[in-house]
T-cell receptor, first 115, second 113 residues
Framework: DAKTTQPNSMESNEEEPVHLPCNHS???????IHWYRQLPSQGPEYVIH???SNVNNRMASLAIAEDRKSSTLILHRATLRDAAVYYC????????????????FGRGTSLIVHP | DTEVTQTPKHLVMGMTNKKSLKCEQH?????MYWYKQKAKKPPELMFV???????INESVPSRFSPECPNSSLLNLHLHALQPEDSALYLC????????????FGQGTRLTVV
């Protein structure tokens, strides 16, 4: 499976935008880029995913480089509730055709949000 | 209902005890997973069930025994655990073969004494 590289930690001030980078230089053409986050004492939660085009949803935006070797998760206005570990994951498919999408987690980026 | 429910939330057990962790989802997902997470580490995949059949066992010791009684339920039976097995155990479910998302429960915090 292609690997991802993320900074160990980042800091932000409340109500400022946050750009969380992820490098995935060995990504294959069919790998989707997914982001999950894990708030303290909770299970991970899905944030967003994309293949080639930039994506927006109610939680965040995902900007994907033209060569797809890197991507950036953008939180437009960080709040204290966004303090979490953010995981950048490339799609892993197991099993027969169709398979099951199974998140395989790297170390992630711990986001600290200052009031 | 987009929840994955895990019980109990906390469990303390002795090394000679037998206990079970339970996971339930009613989203119609046919893939269910167990992960183990040690403190300050990312979740590590343990088992995958697809259509109620075990499809992945990531070389997990036999003192952990998964069971999928039906498409909504996933159990993890624990026996003769070691203190190093203390961790957060996470259950997740997803649309087998479709959909990008996996939905995680809040986990069971297990302490082996």
């Amino acid at each position: 499976d292609a690997k991802t590289t993320q900074p160990n930690s980042m800091e932000s001030n409340e109500e400022e935008p946050v750009h969380l980078p992820c490098n995935h230089s060995t990504i294959s053409g069919t790998d989707y880029i997914h982001w999950y986050r894990q708030l303290p004492s909770q299970g991970p939660e899905y944030v967003i995913h994309g293949l080639t085009s930039n994506v927006n949803n109610r939680m965040a935006s995902l900007a994907i480089a033209e060569d797809r070797k890197s991507s950036t998760l953008i939180l437009h206005r960080a709040t204290l509730r966004d303090a979490a570990v953010y995981y950048c994951i490339l799609r892993t498919i197991y099993g027969a055709s169709g398979g099951s999408y199974i998140p395989t987690f790297g170390r992630g980026t711990s986001l600290i949000v200052h009031p | 209902d987009t929840e994955v429910t895990q019980t109990p939330k906390h469990l303390v057990m002795g090394m000679t005890n037998k206990k079970s962790l339970k996971c339930e989802q009613h989203m119609g997902h046919r893939a269910m997973y167990w992960y183990k997470q040690k403190a300050k580490k990312p979740p590590e995949l343990m088992f995958v069930y697809s259509y109620e059949k075990l499809s992945i066992n990531e070389s997990v010791p036999s003192r952990f025994s998964p069971e999928c009684p039906n498409s909504s339920l996933l159990n993890l039976h624990l026996h003769a655990l070691q203190p190093e097995d203390s961790a957060l155990y996470l259950c997740a479910s997803g649309l087998s073969g479709r959909g990008p998302e996996a939905f995680f429960g809040q986990g069971t915090r297990l302490t082996v004494v």
